[in-house]
């Protein structure tokens, strides 16, 4: 069975400072990678996501992802925080062949901004 | 493009009561997903179709939960019975098979069960 784990519940990084959040999967075959972020009582939004080409993928708000099959890692990055990256980021991964199916999110990390 | 739309927004009810829950996907999308959220949780996938196909419910969905989605458009999630422990946020996502596989979220659907 598909399973995510993300490291640290919580990060907290200075403005202008490098954002990491961590991703490791666990799944016999790798699976289509996705980071959402959520803001206070609203839905999920799709930062970037990973299904076949180029390992490194740029998302928006400047983010990006590295998908490592050899780590079974899709870590996200973000070069220089800002105020409004503060929110609660997901790691999900869907089965590949499926036309991607079911989500299976992380337990979440939430990222604060000190400025 | 509007969005994943879902009604209400919040809902209070007590335990016991019936409660039904309406999604509206992006208009070309063929998939649609229910997710429940608990607080300081990720999403926990319950349904999902496929056109009016119900493809496959987590075992977290009890016999007193039922979806449908009878045209293929909209959808409705019903809870019989609520329980305090069904108090969440109830997701909804849409996507499109063939070319792209991620899922659009709709703000959500707060139940508070009391």
């Known amino acids: 069975a598909q399973s995510v784990t993300q490291l640290g519940s919580h990060v907290s990084v200075s403005e202008g400072a490098l954002v990491l959040l961590r991703c490791n999967y666990s799944s016999s075959v790798p699976p289509y990678l996705f980071w959402y972020v959520q803001y206070p009582n609203q839905g999920l939004q799709l930062l970037l996501k990973y299904t076949t080409g180029a390992t490194l993928v740029k998302g928006i708000n400047g983010f990006e992802a590295e998908f490592k099959k050899s780590e079974t890692s899709f870590h996200l990055t973000k070069p220089s925080a800002h105020m409004s990256d503060a929110a609660e980021y997901f790691c999900?991964?869907?089965?590949?062949?499926?036309?991607?199916?079911?989500?299976?999110f992380g337990q979440g990390t939430e990222l604060s901004v000190k400025p | 493009d509007t969005g994943v739309s879902q009604d209400p927004r919040h809902k209070i009810t007590k335990r016991g009561q019936n409660v039904t829950f309406r999604c509206d996907p992006i208009?070309?999308?063929?998939?649609l997903y229910w997710y429940r959220q608990t607080l300081g949780q990720g999403p926990e996938f319950l349904t999902y179709f496929q056109n009016e196909a119900q493809l496959e419910k987590s075992r977290l969905l009890s016999d007193r939960f039922s979806a449908e989605r009878p045209k293929g458009s909209f959808s409705t999630l019903e809870i019989q019975r609520t329980e305090q422990g069904d108090s969440a946020m109830y997701l909804c996502?849409?996507?499109?098979?063939?070319?792209?596989?991620?899922?659009?979220f709709g703000p959500g659907t707060r139940l508070t069960v009391t």
């Open positions: 208009s070309e999308h063929n998939r």
């Open positions: 996502a849409s996507s499109l098979t063939g070319v792209r596989y991620e899922q659009y």
């Open positions: 999900a991964v869907s089965e590949r062949g499926n036309q991607g199916g079911k989500l299976i």
